[in-house]
């Protein structure tokens, strides 16, 4: 009698083992598509406004947000993906900010690119870590630690080091990229106070059919104000439509491995 329990006991440890294994890889393949991916959009973006003659980064992510808002509606409409009810109530509270957040994480960290180098921006992008535990502690998604606090202060210290050490500082591009950065940190641990603590059951595809819409009406406002006038005398203007939707693709899907990743694991985790 006591072997078929230990039997039974050994069986269920080797069940939770595997499912603990299976959970770790499926995690670190979120990970290496997430890092893959943000590397091709770091790139192209990169090519597109600073090579490619078309240097305005609000509409190149007003293409982005038309093209994951038109794809996330058609994936649902076909039901590849399923969606799930949302009340105006629910939508204002939890969606709008963090779209609000994605709008400016997406306009400023693409402003960047004008001003910065692809290097540099990396690492400035270093100082994500730091900024998401300081917002995770702030709204209480993570506990503060003092060897955590002291990691994050090393991390720092070599950043200052690296910008104090840049050739081609330039002030303006490093005031856009802390501002995506400080935009960004906000929204990933919004989005996973979202996916996690909220009760919502979204998958990445219904993420996206609901923040992109949003996203794409925030940004008219600045594109109105800031590029549209330019770009309408702007003879020298170059519009590769097969490049935009390059990078459009490249956007959703990276978007898609953001919310994949967040789910399983955390907004601090994914920035370590």
Known sequence: MSGGRERDSEAQGHKHSGTQWKAVIQTYSYIFLWITLSATVILINKYVLAFAGFPYPVALTLVHMAFCSSLA???????????VHMDSGMYIRNVLPIAALFSGTLWMGNAAYLYLSVAFIQMLKAMMPITVFAVGVFLGTEKYSFTYAMNMLVVAIG?????????????????????????????????????????IKLNPVTTLYYIAPACFVFLCVPFSVLEMPRMIHDEALRVNWLL???SAAAAFALNMSVFLLIGKSSALTMNI
């Open 244 to 246: 935009l939707l390059g």
């Open 73 to 83: 509606f058609i994936l649902i409409k076909l039901g590849v993906s399923d969606t």
């Open 159 to 199: 950043v200052a080091a690296a910008s104090y050490g840049e050739l081609n500082f330039n002030l303006l591009g490093v005031i856009f990229q802390g501002g995506s950065i400080a935009t960004e940190s906000f929204r990933l641990v919004l989005i996973q106070i979202l996916l996690q603590q909220q009760g």
